[in-house]
């Protein structure tokens, strides 16, 4: 079997991708003839190599960008380093149709720390958080297969987690506008019962207020009753700008002071940030 044939069969079968051991078993040739073969379809924009001894099939309509979306293969990709996933954040609110604007970035939380991977035009962004694989996702077929999702419910408490990952409370809020028409109010409750860290569940009620969805703020309400809830800012303290300090220095004041800032009582919010939907 030639290479060519090799692509051929895999393409007829529904796979999008292949591994090192996989085409070398399957030529049956020398490392050096193997390695060649792969560089010459590298070379015309036929295969890219996102990662080490894993290999992409780009067809013609996606060669502009030098590698397929990347949903199409994810799945393979995180079954060929052994590592549970989930697609999350702005990523998972497109396949419940709450992204305004396709994220620059296809974001996977894992559970292990993970550099960025760049395939063409294609960005792979990991996210480490801890115990995913007991977290509950939705499986969405795609052209090449599954791809394995936060459900509503995990993809809103996953944004006002991660703020910085999406652009800003501000986008949150916009996200968050769509989402809840999806989010299942009882799933919603049982999550923020169940968790040790309360900090989401008032900053993401407070959102869920700004947006009148009051079946789901109500829930999370309802939660924090009976437990210990301590003040918090709606937003984490920004990193010390020099042109903030400057301007502190110049009228005497800290840069805290510089902040805009209000008491939500309900939710004991420090609110630091006027948001507004974009």
């Given at each position: 079997m030639n290479i060519h044939a090799f692509i051929t069969d895999l393409v007829a079968k529904g796979y999008c991708s292949f591994t090192y051991p996989q085409v070398k078993e399957?030529?049956?040739?020398?490392?050096?003839?193997v390695r060649a073969a792969l560089r010459r379809l590298?070379?015309?924009?036929?295969?890219?190599?996102?990662?080490?001894?894993?290999y992409v099939i780009i067809p013609p309509?996606?060669?502009i960008l030098g590698c397929r979306p990347a949903d199409h293969f994810i799945h393979d990709l995180m079954q060929f380093i052994n590592a549970p996933y989930y697609v999350g954040l702005l990523s998972a609110a497109q396949y419940y149709g709450a992204a305004h604007h396709r994220p620059q970035q296809f974001q996977v939380m894992i559970n292990q720390k993970r550099r960025p991977i760049t395939c063409g035009q294609i960005k792979i962004v990991f996210i480490t958080k801890k115990n995913i694989e007991y977290i509950s996702?939705?499986?969405?077929?795609?052209?090449?297969?599954?791809?394995?999702?936060?459900?509503?419910?995990?993809?809103?408490?996953?944004?006002?987690t991660y703020p910085h990952r999406c652009g800003g409370l501000d986008n949150v809020l916009t996200v968050l506008?769509?989402?809840?028409?999806?989010i299942d109010a009882n799933k919603l409750l049982q999550l923020a019962l169940n968790t040790g860290e309360v900090t989401w569940v008032q900053r993401l009620g407070y959102l869920f207020d700004l947006i009148k969805a009051t079946n789901l703020s109500d829930v999370l309400l309802k939660s924090l009753e009976n437990r210990r809830v301590r003040s918090r800012l709606l937003i984490?303290?920004?990193?010390?700008?020099?042109?903030?300090?400057?301007?502190?220095?110049?009228?005497?004041?800290?840069?805290?002071?510089?902040?805009?800032?209000?008491?939500?009582?309900?939710?004991?919010?420090?609110?630091?940030k006027k948001l507004e939907l974009e």
């Open positions: 399957a030529l049956g040739v020398s490392d050096i003839a590298k070379q015309k924009g036929e295969l890219a190599h996102p990662l080490s001894s894993f309509e996606y060669r996702t939705e499986n969405f077929n795609t052209s090449q297969g599954i791809v394995i999702v936060s459900n509503p419910e995990i993809t809103a408490v996953d944004t006002v506008s769509d989402l809840a028409k999806k984490a303290p920004p990193k010390k700008s020099p042109a903030l300090e400057k301007l502190a220095a110049k009228i005497g004041k800290n840069t805290n002071s510089l902040l805009f800032k209000t008491k939500n009582d309900k939710w004991k919010l420090i609110i630091n």
